[in-house]
């Protein structure tokens, strides 16, 4: 399991990499990405809680299956 410590120098270098102009915007938006998932590892109490409905283009929501009752 990464220690703490470790998840934060990823995420400083990740940071630095971010700073890069020469860097393309998908990379950037990628890297973002993934500084976001590092940070919700040290701090789970940041994340969002899952929704429970489904939604298609154009169609009304649905229940998810696991809200249905059998």
Do not use: C, N
């Not at 701090?43 to 429970?52: A, F, G, L, R």
Request: proline letters at 9%.
């Amino acid at each position: 399991m990464i220690d703490r410590d470790a998840i934060i120098t990823e995420l400083s270098e990740i940071k630095a990499m971010i700073a890069d102009d020469r860097l393309k915007d998908e990379d950037r938006f990628a890297l973002f990405g993934a500084v976001q998932a590092l940070s919700h590892v040290l701090d789970p109490d940041t994340w969002q809680p899952p929704s429970q409905t489904f939604y298609k283009l154009g169609d009304r929501p649905i229940p998810s299956p696991s809200a249905k009752q059998h």
